[in-house]
């Protein structure tokens, strides 16, 4: 599926360059990657992340499931297949933002390690920062804002992580959000410390 | 193939607005979408429109066919239907990068006047740019860089525009850049003087 199909294209290298993008924005590019379970807080913690760096006058977007299944990827659905190639798309399109100095908050359930590895392995030294927004399955269902739980529970809906599918939890994350048990505020102020203590603002 | 495949979704409302983001890069989003045949100078143009929108210290990007083509899209022929799929998805990205108030330059054939304009339906007014960089078959076949004219001429390549495959020009396209007769700078400059003069720069 993901085998190089076009001939006769040559990659061209762009007059502006990554690190002249950085120089302007001050800060470098990176991917941001939260992954978790349903209502586990990934895009609630994203956008307090993204709230917080746009304050502070830095470039940051915010990629999530909501959004781009309506828009890049409304062609597909939640078979494996689909979701590996949500994944891909999803990677490839933050990579370009990274590419271009933002810092891309990318916030998906993302279940299945190899497909998290497979953008891991597109991103440079440093460009890709997995963060594992931890809650249980039981605080989850507690929360349950849009009711899923509830309908996954009665069947409702087939392939719902936590409940008939599985979550492979990152092994080595960058960062992990204990969302059992803090607030979203304190999550997205571990989040800023660690862009902080690990020199991606260079101004 | 574009219909809406998964249920159970709702949209987010981002917490920093595009009108937020505007204030902060001092400019609006927008697509400024390049068309026309290979070798007509749509990637020039467009990576030399975004070296002058740099050195203004203004946020732009360039997506390009060569670029998209080993990354997101990849796994693309370029049949009629990957044809379309291609130019939606780039269509969707672009979007994404408009939202967050770049200037996002894009360079690609995209023959078909059907698949443009499904691009501009998904942007709000004055979101889509439409620049048609006019340049004969005759110049960009004597111009053929990477030699893919004369090997269309032999059949080596199939379907290829302009050749074997119709390009359909822009209607109505916000600019038209005269490819057969003008350089590369004084084309960029046009481009920078629509932007001015249509009060895309706020600061």
Redesign the interface.
Known sequence: ??????T?????E???SKE??AK?NGHKGAILWFTGLSACGK?TIA??V??KL?LA?K?S???????I??????????SAE?RA?NIR?IG??A???SQ?A?LTLTAFISPYRADRDKVRE?MGQGEFIEIHVDASVETCEQRDP?G?YK?ARAGE?KNFTGISDPYEAPEKPELVLDSNRKGIEELAGEVISYLQNHGYFTA
Chains 1, 2 share one sequence.
Request: proline fraction near 0%.
């Open positions: 599926m993901t085998e190089q199909k076009a006769n294209i040559t990659r061209h762009h007059n502006v002249e993008r302007l895009s956008n307090a993204d709230h746009y006058g470039h977007v915010v990629l999530d499931g909501d959004n299944r309506m828009g890049l990827n409304k062609n597909l659905g939640f689909d190639e798309r490839e399109v990579k370009l933002f271009n933002s597109i849009k899923l309908k809906i």
